[in-house]
């Protein structure tokens, strides 16, 4: 096993759908599933900022008009690439005996490997290697090459190479009720005898799709002359190659395909971009090269080096260097650059729960990105800007989105489709049960405050002011006039109260016996909502002059409305149990005990105790059971500082020793059905409990890569899962915060863990961090920016570039 | 007269062109002409990103297509918008005698009005009075509000109010034998009762445009319900009312009209924008709340006041305060805010030489932005940084440029289309002659470095490492390897030189017998490839560590490369005359003298010396003259003690006294055929001859508000010189500068002004700076930026957030 290296060896078709959700190249600008050389296999996603329609309907009519969902686009399959031997079909696995079968996923290059050796009915023996990338320096480009060698054979084989547009959106099973047909034939055109040309459009959102591709084919490094027969349909175009194949021999098939959409900058029509694209690109081996390097110089910025015990699943060796841990990691993080990447700059999108590379939640936007920031501002972050700017081009619809709730401000869905409406499901499907039930987690309104907190996160790490006053303000104004309309006065508690929500915890959405949904007094969400306040409060002080004169104008914002918020920030109510434990809502305590033991008894697996309840007419809602932590959520989010000043900001006693109270209180009842819950857990415990924090961190480790969830990855990676993950080594285990002026750090690693490697971008300074149990070592590269302090342990110094210094931990 | 108003009183056909010209309305999304409330009056452009074909073909071949020119595109005219009698023709100016006409611009407010008065040939007087405002808050709305009033009849009116897709781009002349067909229709839809939907795709580029328009009719301020009919042709929609007006009554018409585009951020599809839009707009007047508070924000940042004599053409009073002179300015900084605004963020646009408001040079982007940079650097540099991001997103096109021209890295093109393609006419009409003559003025690739100074000028006062990190030094260094790979050693001279360009001064394309274009050591050109390659060596220092590292990787640059670069900055070559005269270019000094005397007597104006000589088979190469400026421009960008730096560099001596010396050797030698040349000409002359650069300064004011070009106008404003006479005011005047970590000030006030105000930002500082003769007084906003350095007379000092200084000037 090699930490860079993600591989299997054998072919099971009943693991297909993990491998290829795992083995997905992309590129933020479009992805690629699907691994084999088989004709029509494959599938390229482009980023959906599509118009969604509802989850559970074929069509949903808006503002009079049929809409499609069109979040997440099915693209045309560029994959097509394949041969037959002049007296059979189109190769493919299940046709064939198969003697060698591997396929590896370089991640530190970002290259997919495959090479089948098979033997045909009649005998043929045949190997087919191919490999494959989707560009990171272009991000219009894949390439894939092919070698064929005849092994004990000689004979005429065909090639097909083409774009197939006639695909559909069909990688979840519980949506192909829906339609899943999205795209229009436009053109198809043989561009000479090396190009085809095919021009689709998506059937609502009307966007035009263009893709040219090169086949070339070469022998013993001899680029062959081929004369092409052309086949087309209306959305589809091949070439058909016929030649002499010799026994021993090896024929390289190298597809070079350029993909250019109308949304485009600095091009005049997408066709015309995709003609001239891969007319202009170099051969394979010049993409894979300028590939490489900048898969190279993204991971000199994001590599997480460890080492340490432990960590692969039960019965898998893993020594003591940690690689199975540490190929685990990289491949998460290969995914998060794979999504969020460079170039999705220019591209208005979002973080996408799935990744762009599945199709589960139809590309809608959630609060998924509250994990994924972190790793992105250390590292990149004109990537998190971006991402914020496409929160911020959504402000109007948000705006719209509160009054339709009845509230003042902006309320950011917590389904975000294309134009930034809500795209929640009304009702859903309950596989167990097979019935459609309702589903009120729209009322989730905390996405609002993680918004605020991932624009505040990222002013700590980079002093960006001047985003800050541009666009974050805006939003931070106006998420916090949400909660100042939405907090209600109660004179009897003499304190303010948010009724009618959701918290994280999707199981508990109504009181047993209410006969509508919505929540009193969530305790995450109040605590939010007043985090929000009063960071608001204080980040106006920053702004400069003119600039929030021009706030306050454009917003109609008035010291009055200042006042309340700032009373509300003082006076919000918290719900407590007798005890003193944070009640995740009001009325928690009394809740019935869930039977854990008889239900895992019961069912095994319990990860999704909503379905089995259901599926009994029973509901979790009766029960002191989450399927994700909810009051955890504080702990993960706030370092005990921070909680501590929030509460005697609120007039509420905090005893640090609360938070273990709590979070044992809550993990004893919490179902991990979701994988971030995982991440939360495993971070609330980094400090109290390490070796169960690493317990759980491996735990999340596995989500993906093992498919924890039995069937959800192979719809889709579990983008913040594994950004979460990621993030423990970054932040959790290192006590990495950023709080005023100051980069802190605390280390605690886990008693497995015998040293942690970072590299982080902070106020532009690039810095080396290096973690033993000893000692904590850091070095700055050269840059122009000024000095800055870190504190370790408590110890505050400055630190100049070019810098390195070393503190004892011991 | 007001300083906020430009006011026609009095209806002139003849002016009509100009008129509209000066009164467009825009916001850099979009832009409106045409004053009238006729129908079918009155164009809409949306900023031009598409391809561009040959300048003077019908069509030309691109890569195997024919190609249209779509680099800006006349869009729907959603200004049709008329009434008639039951018995008459639509309402049009020339059936009618006009009583009374009023039209005015209020750029304060954004707003165009205009009341008619007028008497039919029934006798029947009415007075009609429009309102309009293309709108500065939300780029996708237009409003116009008709006012009628039936001064002496009663009887039905018929209305009329739709959109108009069948428009051509026809405004200017010469153009009219090309294609100016760009629209297609897609759909037309009426929506409801006030409310009409247009869609239509651009021919060639394949643009959805989208239009919904809502009209309503209000009498006594009632609302009417009014049943239209609907009348729809292919890319034609329209409503008409009929209803019976009284005598002496109003009846007001407030059309709202939404434009989307599939380009446009956050939408699913552009039509549902577009209904959505206009379905949830507010009234015309709450539009036009929003739309003033949104210029009033803009006027306090760029407003520029002043109080000076003269000014005013002759003939015309000019009060002390320089009445009309600040109109004429706030004028310009309304054309300029119409077209770089803070809506083009996100459209990926440049600085188009003529506005997107008229159709000359059909929307190319040229080097005109180096006069507008200056402008906004100092008040929203967030517009600087996206048009400068507009450039780096065709940084690949310019490479291709490059190689096409024989050279290595990168070559902005001198008119760049759409997708960074050169565009520049191979031949051009003389209409003097009616001939068409070649036209070389591709070789101006001096516009590589204006480009490469734009960055720099942006880096100095923005601070903005980040920038220049991500995009800025990618930039540089590609045209830095463009002039170290153009750059030959010329080993008899043993210095470097730079042959076949052309330089700012079109009149010189090749010398006189020559068979091929191209001049040998243009002046401007190879000192600005020096300070270009200076500037990159010293900014490579600035850069971190690591992100230098990917840049060497990603150019492949090597340490023998820089030394090039360094040799070539040190030994360029730089031609003078024997009486140390700065030579335009090698060989000028023994072009023959120009008979100015004579051709002024034999023409009047000379402007267009080139169209004069070429009708009489003469050619400018022959003589000592020029359009504009060209050594001159080295005065412009450069301070005499850069200047001396460079010079003293290069190993040439440097005198500050040669600067007058040239400056009169060219002012006698220029025609001033752009309308660029006479700022460059007040500009350097602004402390050798304050009068004379006085006079310059108020001839250049005039140009486009009298067209002083005589008819150039009508085709499209002249940004650039607009611009550049705001600058005058902003940095000539003021001295103004940023080096290094510094903002220094050298007042030279011209003798007719006693004061001048300017609001400037500078590293996130907000300035209020106030100069007259006496005293020069700066005072910051509070901000949380650090304290600046400031140097006034070459005094430097401190100046913290929230403070005030006054420095005495006497």
């Given amino acids: 096993m ?36 088989e004709a029509r296999a494959g599938e390229i996603h482009y980023p959906g900022t599509y118009l969604a329609g509802g989850y559970n309907r074929l069509e949903s009519e808006i503002e009079g008009r049929v809409i499609e969902n069109e979040d997440l686009v099915n693209l045309p399959n560029w994959l097509l690439l394949n041969f037959r031997h002049a007296d059979g079909d189109w190769f493919n696995l299940s046709d064939v005996e198969i003697l060698a079968y591997n396929q590896e996923l370089d991640v530190r290059q970002g290259l997919l490997y495959r090479t089948v050796r098979c033997r045909d009915q009649k005998g043929r023996e045949t190997k087919v290697a191919t490999q494959r990338l989707v560009h990171m320096a272009d991000p219009h480009f894949g390439a894939e090459k092919l070698t064929l060698t005849a092994v004990n054979w000689s004979g005429p084989v065909e090639f097909i190479s083409g774009l197939e547009g006639r695909v559909e959106n069909a990688g979840v099973e519980r949506y192909r009720r829906l339609n899943g047909r999205h795209l229009e034939p436009l053109a198809t055109e043989p561009v000479d005898q090396e190009t085809v040309y ?35 349909e209306p959305g589809y175009i091949a070439q058909q190659f016929i030649m002499n194949v010799k026994e021993g021999r090896e024929i390289t098939v190298e597809k070079v395909m350029a993909l250019y959409t109308s949304r485009d900058h600095a091009i005049s029509e997408c066709g015309l971009a995709a003609r001239q694209a891969v007319a202009r690109a170099g051969g394979f081996t010049n993409l894979v090269q300028s590939h490489i390097l900048a898969w190279e110089q993204l991971w000199r910025r994001f590599e997480v080096e460890f080492y340490a015990k432990g960590g692969a699943p039960s019965g898998m060796k893993d020594e003591e260097n940690g690689e199975y841990t540490t190929m685990v990691l990289h491949l998460y993080l290969f995914h998060i650059l794979q999504t969020t990447s460079l170039h999705t700059l220019d591209l208005d999108v979002g973080v996408p729960a799935r990744g762009w590379h599945g199709e589960a939640y139809r590309g809608h936007i959630f609060w998924d990105e509250i994990f994924v920031f972190p790793i992105l501002n250390f590292r990149i972050h004109e990537i998190s800007r971006s991402l914020l700017r496409y929160r911020y081009r959504r402000l109007s619809a948000a705006r719209v989105n509160a009054r339709k709730a009845g509230f003042l401000g902006a309320l950011f869905p917590w389904q975000s489709g294309s134009d930034g409406r809500e795209e929640s499901q009304k009702i859903h499907l309950n596989p167990k049960s097979k019935r459609w039930i309702p589903d009120d987690t729209h009322l989730q309104y905390h996405v609002n405050s993680a918004i605020a907190y991932n624009i505040y996160q990222y002013f700590q790490v980079t002093d960006d002011l001047e985003f800050l006053a541009f666009f974050g303000a805006e939003m931070l104004l106006e998420v916090s ?54 960071c608001t409060l204080e980040l106006l002080d920053l702004l ?7 706030l306050f104008e454009n917003l109609d914002l008035g010291q009055a409305e200042l006042e309340r918020w700032h009373d509300i920030s003082k006076k919000m109510f918290l719900p407590f149990h007798e005890d003193g434990i944070i009640s995740q809502f009001q009325g ?17 697996d319990i990860q999704r105790l909503d379905r089995l309840l259901e599926a009994e007419d029973d509901t979790p809602n009766r029960y002191k059971v989450s399927k994700q932590a909810d009051v955890l959520m504080l702990f993960y989010l706030f370092s005990p500082e921070q909680l501590e000043q929030l509460f005697v900001q609120l007039g509420y006693s905090f005893d640090e020793k609360t938070i273990f109270k709590n979070v044992s209180y809550y ?55 594994m950004a979460g993950v990621a993030d423990l080594m970054q932040r959790a285990y290192t006590g990495l915060e950023t709080r005023g002026q100051v980069l802190y750090f605390n280390p605690a690693l886990p008693e497995e863990m015998s ?22 070592k850091i070095e700055t590269l050269e840059s122009p920016a000024g000095p800055i302090q870190i504190s370790v342990k408590g110890k505050v110094f400055k630190l100049k570039m070019g810098e390195t210094k070393e503190i004892d931990l011991s």
Same sequence: chains 1, 2.
């Fill in 755 to 776: 040293k942690l490697l970072l590299h982080i971008r902070y106020r532009f300074h690039s810095l080396a961090v290096e973690i033993t149990p000893q000692k904590l």
């Fill in 588 to 604: 928690y305590e009394e809740l019935e005990e869930f039977d854990w033991d008889g239900y895992r008894q019961k069912y095994g």
């Fill in 198 to 232: 095919l021009e689709v459009q998506t059937r609502q959102s009307k966007l035009h799709v263009s893709q040219a591709a090169r086949t070339r084919f070469h022998e013993d490094g001899q680029l062959l002359g081929m004369l092409p027969k052309v086949v087309e």
């Fill in 2 to 37: 090699s930490e860079w290296r993600l591989r299997y060896e054998g072919f099971d078709p009943e693991d297909e759908g993990l491998r290829e959700a795992l083995c997905t190249l992309g590129n933020g600008y479009f992805a690629t599933r699907g691994a084999g050389p």
């Fill in 667 to 721: 993990l004893d009842r919490t179902s991990n059905g979701s994988t971030l819950s995982r991440v939360v857990s495993s971070w609330v415990l980094a400090r109290s409990d390490r070796s169960a924090s690493w317990k759980l961190f491996t735990e999340a480790l596995h989500s993906d890569i093992t498919d924890i969830q039995g069937g959800t990855t192979k719809e889709g990676i579990h983008l913040g899962a």
């Fill in 481 to 534: 006039r949400f909660w100042g309309s939405m907090a209600q006065y109660n004179s009897d508690l003499k304190r303010y109260e948010i009724l009618g929500v959701v918290g994280p915890d999707e199981y508990h959405t109504r009181y047993p016996e209410a006969d509508k949904p919505g929540l009193k007094n969530n305790a995450y969400t109040n605590l939010m909502a007043v985090w929000t306040l009063t």
């Fill in 544 to 550: 400069p002059e003119d600039r929030s004169r021009e």
